[in-house]
């Protein structure tokens, strides 16, 4: 459906503002009212929008919406298309970093890693289709929701006049669901090593106290792995209140020695050196014993995976008279531009299909249920560390 409208009134005149990313000048309204009016007299733009059955726009060069089908009409929940006239895609879909600055979308600090931007000004300077995937945050309802689409922006001629048809597939519960799957089976991968493992020793063992010794080891990671299906779980339901917190006495120190021993029989730790540095604070906190260990694994298997053969992580804790945190070091730099988005739901630095759940999980638990605090800090010099901190409790 063609948009002949009246959002441009207040916008501001962009050609000259900053931006990080894509130009951020925007076509005046009489030029957008003459772009629409040739489309609506186009047969095949009219084809296009009434046949095409997936969500798609038509833009101008200057990214911004000139025409748009029922489907995605229904999908940002408008009746009349007047009102996205003139917006780009990320204004359209209320991306909550559209408005970063004065340019509007495409030039934000975030537009830099953004898919969506990055298909349509490869389009535009190649003057050839291109692909990508977007990782969007978008306010909707008064509440910011991670979205996942696959992008395809295609230049096209109409009257002589070079337009974009931009295409959008909307992957977000199939991204999510492969990326609960790549976790869930990574994280079950490991502990059924460490049963196998536990087992063996069980077999073979003599000793009476060494044998309850591994008696209480498989116990315990049998209780992990019942709680592993807990926090799957509570992925699944998309942070509703379904997962019920086992809040207790948690011995610092005994967290460690196991997290030592879980990360003895990953395989993302072979030919590193994992340090832990001493000393351990001799204390006790009131947590989830195994969402603070679930928390600490993925702060290490990062670590970990960001590190070379040969390279070293660092993990250590420190306390004061309120809290207790727990850091891990890796010499591996994160780029600026992902910096930005290390904690978006499905957003990976890896190409794997099913990424982008681990450092998302590590905030979300960190700081939804347990009540800390899930940062980071990452430069060329001082290298990269990730820290939890929690409150001691009662």
Same mark, same amino acid.
Do not use: W
């Given at each position: 459906m063609m948009t002949t409208g009246k959002n441009q009134n207040n916008r501001k005149k962009a050609k000259d503002c900053e931006t990080f990313f894509a130009p951020a000048e925007h076509a005046g309204q009489d030029v957008l009212k003459k772009n629409v009016e040739l489309l609506t007299s186009n047969p095949i733009a009219d084809t296009l929008l009434h046949t095409v059955s997936g969500l798609m726009a038509i833009l101008n060069e200057q990214r911004q919406v000139l025409a748009l089908n029922a489907s995605l009409m229904k999908s940002l929940g408008i009746d009349d298309a007047e009102e996205v006239l003139g917006l780009r895609p990320g204004e359209a879909i209320h991306c909550i970093h559209a408005h970063d600055q004065p340019g509007g979308c495409g030039t934000s600090r975030y537009c830099v890693t953004c898919g969506a931007v990055i298909a349509i000004v490869a389009a535009l300077a190649t003057d050839s289709a291109q692909e990508r995937t977007?990782?969007?945050? @978008?306010?909707?309802?008064? *509440?910011?929701?991670? =979205?996942? /689409?696959?992008?395809? +922006? $295609?230049? @096209?001629?109409?009257?002589? *006049?070079?337009?974009? =048809?931009? /295409?959008?597939?909307? +992957? $977000?519960?199939?991204?999510?669901?492969?990326?609960?799957?790549?976790?869930? /089976?990574?994280?079950?991968?490991?502990?059924?090593?460490?049963?196998?493992?536990?087992?063996?020793?069980?077999?073979?063992?003599?000793?009476?106290?060494?044998?309850?010794?591994?008696?209480?080891?498989?116990?315990?990671?049998?209780?992990?792995?019942?709680?592993?299906?807990?926090?799957?779980?509570?992925?699944?339901?998309?942070?509703?209140?379904?997962?019920?917190?086992?809040?207790?006495?948690?011995?610092?120190?005994?967290?460690?020695?196991?997290?030592?021993?879980?990360?003895?029989?990953?395989?993302?730790?072979?030919?590193?050196?994992?340090?832990?540095?001493?000393?351990?604070?001799q204390i006790t906190i009131t947590s989830d014993a195994a969402l603070l260990k679930r928390i600490l694994v993925n702060m290490v298997i990062n670590a970990f995976e960001a590190t070379e053969p040969g390279g070293a992580i660092r993990f250590w804790v420190k306390q004061t008279d309120k809290d207790v945190s727990f850091y891990v070091w890796n010499r591996q730099a994160i780029p600026p531009e992902q910096q930005l988005r290390i904690f978006q739901r499905n957003y990976s630095t890896k190409s794997d299909s099913g990424r982008g759940l681990g450092t998302y999980s590590m905030k979300l638990f960190g700081e939804t249920y347990l009540g800390g605090q899930v940062d980071f800090t990452s430069t060329e010099e001082e290298g990269t560390t990730f820290h939890l901190r929690l409150p001691k409790g009662n």
């Open positions: 977007c990782v969007a945050t @978008v306010n909707k309802n008064g *509440k910011n929701t991670d =979205l996942f /689409f696959r992008v395809r +922006c $295609t230049p @096209v001629v109409f009257d002589e *006049k070079r337009f974009l =048809l931009l /295409f959008l597939q909307d +992957c $977000t519960i199939q991204q999510q669901q492969a990326a609960l799957e790549y976790v869930f /089976f990574h994280d079950i991968q490991n502990m059924i090593a460490g049963l196998k493992l536990s087992s063996h020793l069980l077999d073979t063992q003599q000793d009476p106290v060494k044998r309850q010794e591994v008696i209480a080891c498989i116990a315990k990671v049998t209780r992990q792995l019942d709680r592993e299906i807990e926090i799957q779980r509570a992925l699944t339901s998309k942070e509703s209140d379904t997962f019920s917190l086992l809040m207790e006495e948690v011995d610092v120190g005994c967290v460690v020695n196991e997290l030592r021993t879980m990360l003895s029989k990953y395989v993302v730790s072979l030919e590193k050196t994992f340090s832990i540095l001493e000393p351990i604070p």
